[in-house]
């Protein structure tokens, strides 16, 4: 079965400041990952796909991931935080042999400071 | 384009009370899924739906959970009866079956007591 693990439940930077939200996979076959943003009270929405195409893959708000598989990795970046980036950050993988059935991280707690 | 709509949004309700939970989604995705989300967890899928068949619910608790989709559109998702432990996020979403993009709706928030 695949699996993503997400370092660190928690991330606080400054605005302006490099945003970088780990997330490692599990899987026996080619995976489709994904990032998705859960802003308060509302429910999650998708940030950006990789789906077996550029490794590199650009999302909504100028954030950004890029598919290692040497490192089982699928880290998303942004290079200047805004305040409005203040959310959970959820991972997520799946892959055909599972129906494409989405399994997500526990999410990562994003604090962006003044 | 309207989004998924959930209701309701809060619930607050006794153990051993039943409780339903109603889900539209967006017009003319087959695909219908109910997640449950714990706090500080990510998403669980309970069930998930290709037009009124539902495909994929092995993770349902099945002695009080039930779910179904008529005409294949609108779902209701029932709790019957609700225990302490499934005080949660319950959350729907709808998929146009391009793999992995779901849309969620905000949620019902069940409670407990």
């Known amino acids: 079965a695949q699996s993503v693990t997400q370092l660190g439940s928690h991330v606080s930077v400054s605005e302006g400041a490099l945003v970088l939200l780990r997330c490692n996979y599990s899987?026996?076959?080619?995976?489709?990952l994904f990032w998705y943003v859960q802003y308060p009270n509302q429910g999650l929405q998708l940030l950006l796909k990789?789906?077996?195409?550029?490794?590199l893959v650009k999302g909504i708000n100028g954030f950004e991931a890029e598919f290692k598989k040497s490192e089982t990795s699928f880290h998303l970046t942004k290079p200047s935080a805004h305040m409005s980036d203040a959310a959970e950050y959820f991972c997520?993988?799946?892959?055909?042999?599972?129906?494409?059935?989405?399994?997500f991280g526990k999410g990562t707690s994003l604090l962006v400071t003044p | 384009e309207a989004g998924v709509v959930q209701s309701p949004r809060y619930k607050i309700i006794e153990k051993k009370q039943p409780v339903a939970f109603w889900c539209n989604p967006i017009?003319?995705?087959?695909?219908l899924y109910w997640y449950l989300q714990n706090l500080g967890q990510g998403p669980e899928l309970l069930i998930r739906?290709?037009?009124?068949?539902?495909?994929?619910d092995s993770q349902l608790p099945k002695d009080r959970f039930s779910a179904e989709r008529l005409k294949g559109v609108d779902s209701t998702l029932k709790i019957q009866p609700a225990e302490l432990g499934d005080s949660a996020v319950y959350l729907c979403?709808?998929?146009?079956?391009?793999?992995?993009?779901?849309?969620f709706g905000e949620g019902s928030r069940l409670t407990v007591l």
């Open positions: 990789y789906t077996s195409a550029a490794t």
């Open positions: 899987s026996s076959v080619p995976p489709y």
């Open positions: 017009s003319g995705h087959n695909t």
């Open positions: 979403a709808s998929s146009p079956n391009r793999v992995g993009e779901l849309f």
């Open positions: 997520a993988v799946t892959h055909s042999n599972s129906g494409y059935a989405l399994n």
């Open positions: 739906y290709e037009n009124e068949e539902a495909v994929d």
